[in-house]
């Protein structure tokens, strides 16, 4: 079994496109990684939200995620992938392939038309797709502003680690800190998913970060962390408070994922990611 130690801030990386967004620009991963690396980032998520992987077919997963896999590889960045989000023969693919490319870990969403109802049902559909990359770190993929699957995380978590052998944590992309604080024990990767409460979730105790602004503006979460990290509240609630204003800033622009990636371009022109594909906002 892979082991998984991470801490620290990943970023769900845009996926790059070319040509009218026809076919996936694999030459711009490379340097897209010395940037990351270069802004103190050392992780990415791969074919999440961000990286519109339900937006792509099977295959353009399969290719993105190798070429990620090469330059993290060069490079030294922890690659996660997420294989969710397609019909179930494709997830069950997407994970024979990622332990095949050996990913430090998956991340998985739900089934996202015949929707889990329970914990169990949710875990047995899991169990079912890690099954196939068994010695590869597995994660659940918790967005319920997307899969409109609320379920109730800390009591998922443990009946997940009792029943699935590789399962290490979820991302957790929910306002309800309440709820994600319950989730942090010992031997648990609770990565944060919500940009806009670092500061608090920092506080609670969370020690990993899976959050779009990483790509964009990453000093803007170190120094949050920073700062909290040295006891620097009031610095830290202002810094948060500037960042929830560019984030507010970037959306005036369209949907989340466009807005960023818009964003993202126009920070770093050098990278050539394209825009978005439908049917989000172009």
Known sequence: MKSFSFTGLMAPVFTPYTNNNEKVNINAIEPYVELLKANHVNGVLVNGTTG?????????????????QRS??????????????????????LAQHASKMDVDAVLCLPELY??????????????????????????????????????????????????????????????DLEQGSSCLKEGRTIFLGADTILC??????????IMTTINICPEAALEIIAAMDRGAVADAREKQRLLNARIAEILAHGDWVSAMKKAFRERFPSIEVGTTRPPLNM
Request: with cysteine; glycine share 8%.
């Open 114 to 175: 015949f929707k889990p109802k329970s914990c169990e049902q949710l875990v047995t559909y899991l169990k079912g797709v890690a099954m196939h990359c068994p010695t590869t770190p597995f994660f659940y993929y918790h967005i319920p502003m997307f899969t409109d699957v609320n379920l109730h995380m800390p009591t998922f978590l443990d009946r997940a680690e009792k029943e699935i052998a590789n399962f290490r944590g979820i991302k957790y992309t929910s306002g």
């Open 72 to 93: 993290c590889k060069k490079h030294g960045i922890t690659i996660m992938v997420q294989i969710g989000g397609a019909a179930y023969p494709d997830v069950v693919q």
């Open 200 to 209: 608090g979730a920092v506080a609670a105790g969370f020690d990993s970060f």
């Open 52 to 68: 519109e992987g339900m937006l792509m077919t099977t295959e353009e997963r399969m290719l993105v995620t190798e070429a990620w």
